[in-house]
């Protein structure tokens, strides 16, 4: 890191705080800070819901994937998850903002009260709330280890520095502060990633480069997907599929505010499809350079952490370095930010008003007061799990499995409560396909059952969704629905 990368740093942070101070006129009530008043123009919430799909994860972890597998990243990622967002905008997206006009909604989990019941709404919701306080604080600490890698900080430092700046723009500017900074590094992370691309083709030898480097590499890499049945296989990839169809389509919570807070069902669609092209185009691009990096930098030991940082240091000016860096923090922070304004809502809309009477019905200054304090006190308890990593290092790798397991138990009621043809699934089909789905995940991490692990990844999720179409198919089969869901349903379909 040069001077000029320290300037592109320190500047990029002071643009995220001046968004979120501009955006703060813009914030009258919990409304526009929780779901942008409805008025989010269609193609930022589908820059952001794309650019939300980002993390340091991204720049590390894949890109070692990227340099020993090839090809093949592309396709269980890049491709699924824009073909999960074309179906998710046929099923489940577009009925996000019919939920908000139909229902007032200002987060994700508040319509299951009347959709279900009280108990699987607080379930659901504290669930998720729980397991997103060891989420976050975990990319807090990412983000230090980031930092002390491109500049010897102190991991302390970099976990004060990030989060701080992102607390102070999220809780003055809401969900809208947090669109636009992620547009804003959406820009970085496009100039970056361009300059990167071309740099790796001139020193290639040109643009031939682009087909030529897979006949230098092993021709595993050139595959669609490795072979066999374990992790990146094609059975793989086509289960992890049915994970991302839920997660991007609204079962993960800060998603799912993307398409609420647009105008109307056919703005979530425009958003949704959006998205899916920028998968389809953008990892060719982003990616090439790290296809590439066997044959730039080969023998690498640990291309994880050595492969990203060591391309940027040989093709990239002074000052784009740091914007690189600059780009990889703001990837994180959004994830980190869009999930404390999300969970900020859980908590004021649907779990607070269940323990004392005096947070319902909470309305203007007021409810803008609660959803800033509830923003404040839940990024400052992931701060402190992020701070003593090292205490929890052991329980955030455990309750991050966790995490991977309740999406498909928690998202199974949330989307296909939505969907008219389960009407008849009750409270009863919610709560007992999470145990189920849970149950799986418990008895298959104890070492009671037995699973491939490739099976394993679906296997919560399958068991849920089976649950629940027994509850709805058949045991509620002769039950009359509630007038009021029924009501809902209609609402949602037309």
Known sequence: MQTL????????????????????????NSEDFFVGGGKIPWWLSGISHHVSGYSGVVFVAYAGVAYQYGLSLYFWWGVNIALAVIIGSKLFIPRWPKLRRALGIQSPTEYLKLRYNKASQLIIAIAGVIVKLFDVGAKWAAMGLLLNGFTGLPVWT????????????????????????DFAQFVVQIVAGLVLFVSTIIHLGGIDSIFNIWKQLPAENSRMFVEGTGSYSFVWSILFFFVILLSYSGGTWNLATRFISVKDDVAAKKAGYLSAILYL??????????????????????????LYPGLTKMFLPQGLVGLVLASMFANTLSMCTSDANTISAVLTRDILPEISDKFK?????????????????????????????????????????????????????????????FKKADGKAAVSSIIGGLSVFAFTNLGIITIHPTINLIAPLAVSFIIYCLFAFVINKDKEVKPEVEELMKSLSE
């Open 5 to 28: 990368d320290y300037v592109a740093v320190i500047g990029f942070f002071v643009v995220m705080l001046g968004i979120g101070f501009y955006s703060l006129k813009s914030v009258k």
């Open 158 to 181: 970099g976990i004060i520095i990030s989060s701080v700046v992102s607390l102070i723009y999220i809780a003055v500017g809401g969900l809208i502060a947090d669109l636009w900074t």
């Open 361 to 421: 019905n909470l309305t203007g200054k007021r409810s803008l007061y609660y959803a800033r304090i509830t923003t404040i006190a839940f990024t400052a308890l992931t701060i402190i799990f992020a701070l003593y990593r090292d205490v929890f290092g052991d329980v955030i790798g455990l309750v991050l499995k966790w995490f991977a397991a309740l999406l498909g138990p928690t998202a199974i009621p949330l989307l296909l409560g939505l969907m008219p043809q």
């Open 281 to 306: 185009i953008w990892p060719l691009i982003l990616f090439f350079p790290m296809w590439a990096g066997p044959i730039i930098m080969p023998g690498l030991e640990d291309p994880a952490a050595q």
